[in-house]
């Protein structure tokens, strides 16, 4: 079986999809097309990779995209949403991956559930599709709208064809959280496996570089992801949180960042533009992040509660997910200041339940078929009758 995997160039959805890739490569030809800069992270991976697309990268979109650097806060999900994903990302990689579904046909298509060229692609030529769902799916009430901004796409490679708006989901939505994460009853077919995040290893890692010297107190990790980091006063309003508390906090503020433009912190205070999560992780006691789901599950399989800070996208989901569970507390970004988030870092690191039901649901996490079990099933897919 041939199965092509699609994705928009951004690190933080291609790196969860290559554990499926990796899986899937084992018994099949696996082939990923996504933007230029980004084939050289999946060739690492050992998987053949296709250029595709503008060439952009989301945390950097700003470059491709200008029109983000003066967009609030509160408009910016809507404008990546609308003429990013459905439109100035979509359209060219639909162009192009359909040329490279005709140059070599596939068995089936892969996709992130936010890059629409390939829906569009795969779509012209009947080829089923498992969507590769990280956070919030599209809820019912949303279809209509995504069907209008389909259109388009879909007619770039087949004018003949109307939208199916319910095809986001794919014939197999790949979900990777218990049902107990929330309420929602994916429609049609789909499967729930582990989230593609680095797992507890059976012993503790050595501890890292980073926390040479820190005192035996509590370690809480501070992340804003590979996107989101760029957030205006995020960071900041997290530091000045940290400035009287008893913890060592690692502050990782991406690639995209300089350390200097924080500015001096206290001595208890590492900032990093990136530590190795699966080393640095077993050491730590809380997160503070802004809800991302790689972050969220990350810090979940390791059994930590969490403290939510929402910037955007489905974030603010996430932190009330969370804290219906009952494994952290979500401090809305819009009032975010000093003194909650420290009351909330406070309460979580103090209420024993948040780590004891942080620990139950790493559980629930680790009882999830694995990606080698979900890449048996995706293959069922593209052998079932029409």
């Known amino acids: 079986m041939r199965v092509l995997f699609t994705s ?14 990796r899986a899937l490569d084992v018994d099949h030809e696996v082939v990923f097309a996504t933007g230029p800069a980004l084939v050289p992270r999946v060739e690492d991976a050992g998987i053949r990779a296709v250029p595709v697309g503008l060439d952009w990268t989301e945390p950097e979109a700003d470059t491709t995209f200008p029109e983000l650097r003066d967009l609030p806060l509160p408009e910016m999900e809507r404008w990546w949403v609308r003429n990013i994903f459905f439109d100035r990302a979509a359209h060219p990689m639909a162009a192009d991956v359909g040329a490279l579904m005709d140059a070599e046909p596939f068995d089936l298509v892969v996709r992130m559930y936010i890059e629409f060229g390939g829906w569009a692609a795969a779509t012209a030529r009947d080829v089923p599709q498992v969507v590769f769902q990280l956070g919030q799916a599209w809820q019912d009430e949303q279809l209509p709208i995504v069907g209008e901004l389909l ?27 218990p049902a107990s994460y929330d309420d929602w009853t994916p429609p049609g077919r789909w499967y729930r496996c582990r989230p593609p995040v680095d797992l507890p290893p059976s012993t503790a890692p050595a501890r890292p ?22 957030t205006p006063g995020a960071f900041e309003v997290v530091l000045d949180a940290l400035a009287d508390a008893d913890v060592t906090a690692v502050v990782t503020i991406g690639k995209t960042r300089n350390p200097e433009e924080l500015g001096p ?25 802004h809800g ?9 399989v390791h059994g930590l509660p ?4 929402p910037l955007g996208s489905d974030q603010p989901r996430h932190g009330a997910n969370l804290r219906g569970l009952g494994v952290g507390e979500i401090v809305p970004f819009d009032d975010a200041t000093p003194a909650r988030i420290h009351r909330a870092l406070s309460q979580v690191l103090a209420v024993p339940s948040y780590r004891q039901r942080a620990e139950a649901y790493r559980e629930e996490l680790l009882a999830l078929p694995t990606m080698a079990d979900a890449a048996v099933a995706i293959a069922q897919v593209a052998r079932a009758p029409a």
């Open 265 to 289: 912190v206290p001595e208890h205070v590492r900032v990093r533009r990136f530590v190795p999560y699966g080393q640095l992780l077993p050491h730590c006691d809380a997160v503070i992040g």
């Open 209 to 230: 570089e980073v926390l040479d010297g820190a005192p035996d107190r509590p370690v809480v990790l501070v992340t804003f992801g590979t996107v989101f980091n760029r």
């Open 306 to 309: 969490m403290v939510v800070v």
């Open 292 to 300: 991302g789901f790689s972050t969220t599950m990350g810090a979940l």
């Open 8 to 21: 928009v160039p951004a690190p933080s959805h291609i790196d969860p999809m290559l554990h499926l890739a």
């Open 151 to 177: 259109a388009p796409v879909l007619a770039r490679v087949d004018p003949s064809r109307e939208v199916d708006p319910s095809s986001v989901y794919g014939d197999l939505l790949l979900l990777m959280h």
